[in-house]
Structure formats: C-alpha cells, structure tokens
C-alpha cells in the first residue's frame, strides 16, 4: 500500500490539540498545547507520548520546557505565549458622530479636521480626567471603557455639554452633533480589544440617542449612583436587534435642576392683570423681567402660568425675562383669558395684540413670535409699522394648510380639526399625545405627557376646534411686502407641525430677513435640545440689536 502523504506539522497540531482537550489530557489551555504540538513539524521522526507531561517539556525544549510548564503552573503566560482572553466588569461609553458620512460627502477634509479638533480637544481631556481609555477610534466614533459607571457618566456630560457650547472649539460650516450610549457590564479582553455583550448594548443604546444626547442602561445607572450629580428621566423600555428582552433606559437631562423650581417660584409671584379687547373680551397679561421691552406675540394655544413648565415654552420666556420686560398674554379662548367668546378669527388675534400694546403702554418694541404668532406680528407690523422695531419668528408660516397647494395637507387639517372637537378630552393615550409627540419629539415622555396633560386644561374641545380652523385658513402673502422692520426667522429643518419651507417662504417675501434653519425634528426646541443654545443665543444677539430702552413706558 503506497504511503499517504504526510499533513503539514500545523494541521497535525490541530488535529492533535483538539483530541488532547477533548479527553482530558495535559489540563492546560488549547493554545498552549497547539503551541507545544506546533513543534512536532520539526521532530516528526520522533516519537513522542504526548500524553506524558515530561515528553511535552523535552519536546518543548529541556530546561526551557520545565521552566515553561513552571511558569504554566504559576498562572503565569510565557514569554512570547498568547496571552488568554479574560474578562471583567466595565463600564462602556459608545459615541457617534450624527450624519457621518452626509457631512463626509459635503466636506471631507473639513470634516476629518472638525473630529481631530473634537477627539483632541473635547474628548481626550475628558476621558483622560475619568481614568478612561479609548478602545479604539472609527471614523464616525470611538468605543471608550471606564473603571467605573460614574466615571464614564461624567466623562460622556462633560463630552456633550462642550459640543453643545454655541461657539465650537471646532471650524466647520455646520453645528456637528455626537450621540453617546452608556452600559455596565462583563467584557471579554484579548489583545487590547473588548468584546461582548455589554459594547453591543451601549451601541445599541447610542444610536438610539438623540442628537446631542446621552442614553444610558437602568443597570448603568444603578451602578453610577443616586447620588451623582446628573438629572436623569426616564425613557421607558426599549427592544433592541439581537436582545430577547427589553432594556429600561433613562436620558440625561442637561437642564440646570434649579431652573423649574425658579420657573414655578416666577409663575406665582407674577402679577396676572386683565384688559379689555375690541369685542370687550376679558385679555389676561403679565409682565416678567426688567429692561428694555419686547412682547411676546400668542401662539396656538398657552397659559399665563402653565407656559413656565412646558418644555418648549419656558426655556424662551425665561432667557428673554432674564434680560429683558417681557409683556405675554394669553389669546382670546384660552389660558386665563375669556373662553366664551363670540369671535374667534386671524383679525381678532391681531386686534389683541394691539389692545396688549396699549395696556402696557408700549409705543415701540419688537416681538417674539412663535408658530402662528409670527404671522400676527407680521400683520400687526403692517398695520401699525412704528410700533414694532423687530420681530423674531419660530416655527412660523405664512399660509395656514387650508391656504397651501398641498390636497395632503388640506385633508390632514381636516380631519386634525375632526379628532379635535371629537377626541381633546381622551384620556391617555390621547390626540394630545400625539400633538406632544408632532410638536416636541425629543423631549422626553414625562415632559410630553405634561405637554399633553396641561393642553387640556388650557382650552377646551369646542374652541380647539375652532382656534384650529382659524389657524389654517392664515394667509398673509399679500402682507409680506409691507413689513418694513428688520425680521429674524428661524425654523427646525425637520418640524412635522409647520414644514421648513414655510419659514423660507416667510423669509423670502420679507424685504428684510434673515433665515436660519437648525438641525431638529422639533417645532419648537426643548431645553435639551442641542440645538437650543445656538438658537438662544442668535435670538438674543439680535434683541440687542432692536430692543431700545427708549420704549420702556412706566406702568400705573
């Protein structure tokens, strides 16, 4: 019978190693025996009982074997031996760049030199001062393992608030945004690497974030402590690709813990008072801050009190009072204002508005206005212009869906305006909910659940109903050319309520305009938005610009 050809000294190894663990033999580890094996391919004419340890040490090298198998049984790896995997707990911090590869296509050299700046000014120091090591770099993000939960908490705020500072300590044409997921668990160690459950968790988590944001596992933060000095909100469970069983997860909340206690302190302590309109309907207003004066136009719906706690609302108030006399008040229909009310119309509105001027005896000023409160500011500007020095616009339109081109969108007010007068007293869940959840999408679910909570009890069904019908039938495109005062128009790239294009068509029929769109699905920004720092701060740069002393009038 001819001979069969001999295998390579390595598959024979392999073979071998395989059988030897199989039965028992040695009780070492697999790659210290294939290491020993391996070296048959150059005894092969020896034979050898593999299953006597003094013959493994002789074939290993004499003294250099028993030395070896010392160093075996000591625990310790031999020089130039694989070093076995291990594992231990750590804490993981995933982050991500938002839009990687858009921004690549846009810019690539602009943006590989924005994320070096990032990675060495921003990141490295924060890692570096929470005992932090960098896994490994992507080109969208980095995998970071921590000794602790808290350390990789601090690290991944301490990360994010710096992105979200208004001047960037980067240089590139666009806001850029890191999404960050945060887990504790075991992990498996091999060659520098991390494996395991615990990273595709805190991946997982990461994309789920928000832009700007933080997401972090209920686990993690049992194991960060009550006492770390983050506010946290709970954003329910979530399943996840890969996982049989859903992960509770909880949101950092960037918002400073005092200010909603401040907040509610200024909604008792302000002074409500009341004016007559046109019709004589009963207008509640108030008066927040000192400085030079600007007046809040009303939008869709609000309350005197109530707008210090909402999500979208309160973190406008409360910047422009911190500087400013801020004059509010509450439309006909709703809020504290009459709500039985003969006439409920786009004229009326901007009659209030004027009736609101002469109360406080405001000469000249400029406004704010948000959603449906930039086209009554416009309005009221092309009615009485040497009244109104400025007006900046949020989430504005200037034709309601009733007025636009769109059948989609003429249907869908339709029927909005049919769950309304049919559906606004549901309990949970509720077509207020689902407004929340259009109007403020990344706020967090108990602050939509306020949003929606507090909806009712601004307005009621019946003139939600018809406050919807006057909103969509706004059409001030004839106005526009008649609005003489410099205009600030800002709007959110992804707002479901009022469409970006709206804004720009705003802006573009405005003689003197400026537009700026920010990356957000909101209608108008929460506090934790990222975005909101951005827009916070062009809104004041331009009242400073508008806003005089001049038109402070003394109130008796």
Do not use: H
């Given at each position: 019978m001819p001979d069969r050809p001999k295998p390579s000294g390595a598959p024979v190894a392999d073979f071998l190693a395989r059988t030897i663990i199989r039965e028992g033999g040695l009780g070492e580890p697999r790659h210290v025996v294939l290491d020993t094996l391996r070296r048959l391919d150059a005894r092969a004419g020896e034979v050898v009982d593999i299953r006597n340890p003094s013959q493994v040490r002789k074939?290993?090298?004499g003294e250099r074997g028993s030395k070896r198998?010392?160093?075996?049984?000591?625990?310790?790896?031999?020089?130039?031996a694989p070093v076995p995997p291990r594992r231990r707990l750590s804490a993981i911090l995933a982050l991500d760049v938002v839009g990687y590869t858009s921004l690549v296509h846009k810019d690539a050299p602009g943006t590989l030199a924005a994320l070096n700046a990032i990675y060495r000014?921003?990141?490295t120091p924060a890692v570096a001062a929470?005992?932090?090591r960098v896994v490994k770099l992507l080109g969208d993000g980095a995998l970071i393992e921590f000794p602790s939960a808290r350390a990789a908490l601090r690290c991944a705020i301490q990360v994010q608030q710096e992105m979200r500072r208004p001047d960037p300590l980067y240089?590139?044409?666009?806001?850029?945004?890191?999404?960050?997921g945060l887990h504790a668990g075991d992990v498996v160690v091999e060659d520098g690497d991390i494996l395991g459950e615990g990273i595709a968790i805190a991946s997982r988590l990461q994309a789920a974030a928000q832009p700007g944001g933080i997401l972090a596992s209920r686990s993690f933060c049992d194991l960060a402590g009550s006492d770390a000095a983050v506010r946290l909100r709970r954003e329910g469970l979530h399943s996840f690709k890969g996982f049989t069983h859903p992960i509770e997860v909880l949101a950092v909340d960037f918002a400073d813990a005092t200010v909603s206690a401040q907040r509610a302190a200024l909604a008792q302590e302000q002074e409500i008072r009341f004016c007559p309109a046109k019709d004589n309907v009963r207008l509640a207003w108030t008066v927040n801050g000192n400085g030079p004066t600007v007046v809040k136009a009303p939008n869709w719906i609000g309350h005197l009190e109530l707008?210090?706690?909402?999500?979208?609302?309160?973190?406008?108030?409360?910047?422009?009072?911190?500087?400013?006399?801020?004059?509010?008040?509450?439309?006909?229909?709703?809020g504290l204002s009459d709500w039985d009310v003969g006439e409920i119309s786009f004229e009326r509105f901007v009659d209030d508005l004027e009736c609101i001027f002469d109360a406080a005896r405001?000469?000249?000023?400029?406004?704010?206005?948000?959603?449906?409160?930039?086209?009554?500011?416009?309005?009221?500007?092309?009615?009485?212009?040497?009244?109104?020095?400025?007006?900046?616009?949020?989430?504005?339109?200037?034709?309601?869906?009733?007025?636009?081109?769109?059948?989609?969108?003429l249907e869908q007010a339709q029927a909005l305006r049919a769950m309304m007068a049919a559906g606004w007293d549901?309990?949970?869940?509720?077509?207020?909910?689902?407004?929340?959840?259009?109007?403020?999408?990344?706020?967090?679910?108990?602050?939509?659940?306020?949003?929606?909570?507090?909806?009712?009890?601004?307005?009621?069904?019946?003139?939600?109903?018809?406050?919807?019908?006057?909103?969509?039938?706004?059409?001030?495109?004839a106005l526009l050319g008649d609005i003489a005062c410099p205009c600030l128009v800002l709007h959110c790239r992804g707002d479901r309520m009022q469409p970006v294009e709206q804004g720009r068509a705003f802006a573009a029929g405005l003689p003197n305009a400026r537009f700026i769109a920010y990356d957000s699905p909101n209608h108008i920004p929460v506090e934790s938005d990222p975005i909101w720092p951005l827009m916070e701060r062009d809104i004041l740069t331009f009242l400073s610009l508008h806003a005089s002393r001049e038109a402070i009038q003394t109130l008796h």
């Open positions: 074939l290993s090298g198998a010392k160093m075996l049984s000591d625990g310790q790896a031999p020089e130039g000014s921003i990141v929470a005992d932090g240089s590139f044409s666009e806001p850029i945004r890191l999404r960050a707008d210090w706690r909402s999500p979208f609302t309160a973190p406008i108030i409360a910047s422009i009072a911190d500087k400013y006399r801020l004059i509010r008040f509450d439309q006909r229909g709703n405001v000469e000249r000023a400029p406004i704010i206005a948000i959603s449906q409160g930039g086209a009554i500011a416009a309005a009221f500007a092309a009615r009485c212009p040497a009244r109104v020095s400025a007006i900046v616009m949020i989430g504005a339109f200037v034709r309601g869906r009733n007025k636009r081109s769109s059948k989609r969108e549901d309990e949970y869940p509720s077509l207020r909910d689902l407004l929340a959840n259009v109007i403020v999408p990344t706020a967090s679910e108990e602050e939509r659940r306020l949003v929606a909570e507090d909806m009712r009890r601004i307005i009621s069904p019946e003139n939600v109903a018809r406050f919807r019908e006057a909103v969509d039938n706004i059409d001030i495109t």
